[in-house]
T-cell receptor, first 114, second 114 residues
């Protein structure tokens, strides 16, 4: 089963509105990362938040992490048409032994209506 | 280089043929990862290299899949006797080191097995 599960699966909003996507995961993590993907190619890294952090900002992006609830949220403020893409959360559960890589959710497809 | 590069960008092959996919990580990055993205399975982790060694190959889908990395840089993913279910986008990523570092993705190779 997926470690990360994004919610909602699809989101359509008007340009200028804020978009919020949520991610839940099952096991303890080292960090959680958010990525954007356009047209099924090229994952672009947005933000990495470590397990001991609660909130991070980058431009119009705000990510929160609640390890007690095993959940994270990505907020995009003042959305633009160019923000239309699929957004994935990915968890890193590296334990120092074998390598699990990042475990991705199925993504949220965000559409910004002009 | 400026980012992770992969070649070819697209590969169409006939069932039963062997294919080789190449990944050039960001210069200086010691960790390299292969992922596969398909409609049915989403994004799944395949294998990770620290330097030239891969400590855990259990993520590879079958024994038809193999990967190597030489000189701590370029990596190749080889699929022997390709099957139609191997059709997917194969993504490579690299990071400066393994533990809790951001992974930077290449544009991917879209493999189509006819």
């Amino acid at each position: 089963s997926q470690q990360g599960e994004e919610d909602p699966q699809a989101l359509s909003i008007q340009e200028g509105e804020n978009a919020t996507m949520n991610c839940s995961y099952k096991t303890s993590i080292n960090n959680l990362q958010w990525y954007r993907q356009n047209s099924g190619r090229g994952l672009v890294h947005l933000i990495l938040i470590r397990s001991n952090e609660r909130e991070k900002h980058s431009g119009r992006l705000r990510v929160t992490l609640d390890t007690s609830k095993k959940s994270s949220s990505l907020l995009i403020t003042a959305s633009r048409a160019a923000d239309t893409a699929s957004y994935f959360c990915a968890t890193d559960v590296w334990s120092g032994g074998g390598a699990d890589g990042l475990t991705f959710g199925k993504g949220t497809h965000l559409i910004i209506q002009p | 280089g400026a980012g992770v590069s992969q070649s070819p960008s697209n590969k169409v092959t006939e069932k039963g043929k062997d294919v080789e996919l190449r990944c050039d990580p960001i210069s200086g990055h010691t960790a390299l990862y292969w992922y596969r993205q398909s409609l049915g399975q989403g994004l799944e982790f395949l294998i990770y290299f620290q330097g030239n060694s891969a400590p855990d190959k259990s993520g590879l889908p079958s024994d038809r899949f193999s990967a190597e990395r030489t000189g701590g840089s370029v990596s190749t993913l080889t699929i022997q006797r390709t099957q139609q279910e191997d059709s997917a986008v194969y993504l490579c990523a690299s990071s400066l080191a393994r533990n809790t570092d951001t992974q930077y993705f290449g544009p991917g190779t879209r493999l189509t097995v006819l």
